[in-house]
Each structure stands twice: as structure tokens, then as C-alpha cells.
């Protein structure tokens, strides 16, 4: 069966979708995904999808679903490389997505990760 | 007998003369509100080659359709004559004057012609007006199609024009806004803006509404649309150029700007962006 691979990068997971996404694979994916972060207790997951040119309000809702699946999970998500007619898309399909951060391209949105992971350590550093 | 063609008797007999009263009759016009755009010369010149075309199509006695081949270069001639008027500026009913001026030249010369015969004369003028107006009428249509094609160019061009997006810093993109936004442009303005934050991987965006003159509801959505598409692809969004005024409607409004970096000038924005990059400046 089709699947979207899942790479590891350190604390981080890294899900590029390279194939137009259908409904089956899009469940596909929120399942591995969640079972990924449970398994390897990953802190953050950058999501690729500039390879994506179409999107319905199914796949729109997926990215913001999985993003506070994550969230749940204790890791930050962070959306990558958006095509324009895709982020018109979704804004006329009324999902703009909020709580799920994005980024311009994979290297901005590793810094975004990091960031937020050194201020998160802070945090459990100050309680401490 | 006197039959259709006394108006092409007439045409091939007074020619010189018709051409004489018909050319006093438009410099008259000339010396008025047309002055200065048109040359005697020029006109002149269209008022000959109109006659050379419209003679012999008088002369082949195929007065009623001016659709027919016969009146094909008339029709050329006008369809120029009146698209080289519009586009210099001329009214629709100076242009069409031009024809409607002949009809006073050509109803002397049959009134002269017609050896008092008034029932031959009655007959000959009606044909005569019969024509001129087809003719008149044509000259119009053309010159409104001219009109509407011209329109149609500037818009383009306006449309165009009205959506440049500017690189003030390495990623940091302007784009001012000028007139008002409807959802056309709003499309425009929004894909031209997100394709260049792609190209130039440009992290902030500040859109400047100063020349935007007035916000309302609509306006409003389609700037949060642009600003939340911006998020969407990670890029940073700032609002600038809001004036008193157009604060004071949105709040009116009740359009809920929250979320949405908003400043009153570029100057402010440029500041905000460059900070956000990490960008500093000393003055030496």
C-alpha cells in the first residue's frame, strides 16, 4: 500500500508529501504519524508540502487536525513551503489554519523547531 | 430617366463642387471645438479619400445596403477614419459629423441639379439622407467599438500597473496599494504578492493601504484573506498606511483586525520588519 514516508532527524520528524494526497492516505499518514512521536518521542514535526499543488477542505482539515494531534503529543508542528494557489485555496475554503505554524521553506522551518525546543527546555529548566 | 442614380449624376458632374462645400463646411466645424487636434490638411486629405471611395460605390447603384460588397472600402475607410478619431480624442458626434456635414453640400448640388422638378428632388433628397445616416450611424458604431477597445486596454493596463510588489530589504517585501480593491484585483494583488514571497524567499510582507481610499467590509475580508494566506505559507504580514479615518470604519465596522500587525506608516513598518529579521542600524 502507499504509504508517506516518515524520516527521522534527531529530536524531529520530518514528513514530506510528494504525491497529491487522496482521502485513504491522508489517514494513513495521521496514523503513522502519531504512532511515530509516541514511538520515538519526537519533540517536533515539519511537514513538507510544497510538492502539494491541490488541496480540498479533507486534506485541509488533515494538516490542522494532525498538527493538534501532535500538539497533544508534546511535539510542535511546524508546515513547510506552501504554494501559493494552495494557501488561496484554503483561505477561500475558509481553514486558515490557526495554532499550526508554518514556514517559508524546510531550513526556516528547522529553526522554527529548534527555537521552539531551546525556549521549551528553558521553560521545563525554570520550573525545575 | 431619372432614376436611383441621380445622386451619382450628380456626384460625377459636381464633384469639384460638392468637395468644395462639403470641405468649407467641416473647417467651419474645425475652427470650433475641434480645434488644434485635426489639421486643415488632414482633413482635407480625409475628406478626398472618403469621396473617391464613396463615389464609385454610389455609382453601382447599391444604395440601400451598405453592407454589401460594393460599400466594402467605404466601409474600411470609415471603420479607420473613425478609430484614428477616437483614439485622439474626439467626441462620437464630432466624428460622426463628418458624414452628417456632407449631406448639406450634397442636397445643394441636387437642388440645383433637379431643374425644379420638386417630387424628383424629394425623392433624390430622402435617398440621399437614407444613406448618409446608414453611413453616419456606422461611422458612430465603429467609433464606440474603438472607444470600448481602448477602455478595455487602459484597465488591463490599470490592473497591471496597480500591483507592484517592491523588495525594500533581502526579505522584506512592499506592496503598496493604490485604489480601490474589489475581488478581481484583490486575486491579483494576493497571487502576485504570494508568488514573489516564494521567488524571493521573503519572510515579512507589509502591505500599504495609504492610497487606498476608502475600507469597508468588503475590503477588509480581502485583506485578511491576503494576511492569512501570507501565514499560511509562513511568510509575516503588516498592515501599514492606515489613516485616522480608515481606523475609525473599521472599528465602526466591527471588522475584528486581531492578530493582524497593523501600523500607521511604511516608515513603522519598515522599522517593525527590519527588527523582526534582527536587522539593526547606527547612525555614524
Known sequence: MERIPILRMGEFLLVTIQVDMHDQLALILQDDLTRAIEKQGAKGVLIDISALTMVDSFIGRMISDISGMARILDAKTVVVGMQPAVAITLVELGLSLTGVATALNVERGMQLLRRALTDSHDDDFIKR | MATKNSLSAALQKRRADIRTMWSQQLQATLAGSAKGRISPEELN?????????????????????????????????????????????????????????????????????????????????????????????????????????????????????????????????????????????????????????????????????????????????????????????????????????????????????????????????LALALKRSGISFTKS
Open chain 2, 45 to 269: 486629405q480625409q475628406v478626398d479619400q472618403f469621396l473617391r471611395v464613396f463615389e464609385p460605390a454610389v455609382v453601382s447603384n447599391e444604395l440601400d445596403d451598405i453592407g454589401a460588397t460594393e460599400w466594402a472600402d467605404v466601409r474600411e475607410f470609415l471603420d479607420d477614419f473613425s478609430r484614428r478619431r477616437a483614439l485622439a480624442g474626439f467626441s462620437s458626434d464630432e466624428t460622426a459629423t463628418f458624414i452628417f456635414s456632407l449631406k448639406r453640400a450634397i442636397f445643394e448640388v441636387l437642388k440645383e441639379e433637379s431643374s425644379n422638378d420638386a417630387k424628383q428632388f424629394a425623392a433624390d433628397v430622402w435617398e440621399a439622407t437614407l444613406l448618409l445616416d446608414k453611413l453616419g450611424l456606422h461611422t458612430v458604431k465603429t467609433f464606440q467599438k474603438a472607444r470600448e477597445a481602448v477602455i478595455n486596454r487602459q484597465q488591463q493596463e490599470l490592473l497591471e500597473l496597480s500591483t507592484p510588489v517592491v523588495k525594500l530589504w533581502d526579505g522584506i517585501l512592499a506592496l503598496p496599494m493604490i485604489g480601490t480593491l474589489d475581488s478581481a484585483r484583490t486575486q491579483i494583488v494576493m497571487e502576485s504578492l504570494l508568488q514573489k514571497i516564494v521567488e524571493t524567499e521573503s519572510q515579512i510582507a507589509i502591505i500599504d493601504i495609504t492610497g487606498v481610499p476608502t475600507v469597508d467590509t468588503l475590503v477588509a475580508q480581502h485583506l485578511l484573506k491576503t494576511v492569512t494566506a501570507l501565514r499560511l505559507m509562513g511568510a509575516d504580514c503588516i498592515i501599514s498606511g492606515v489613516r485616522p479615518q480608515i481606523a475609525q470604519t473599521i472599528v465602526h465596522l466591527g471588522v475584528d483586525l486581531q492578530g493582524v500587525t497593523t501600523k500607521a506608516n511604511l516608515a513603522d513598518a
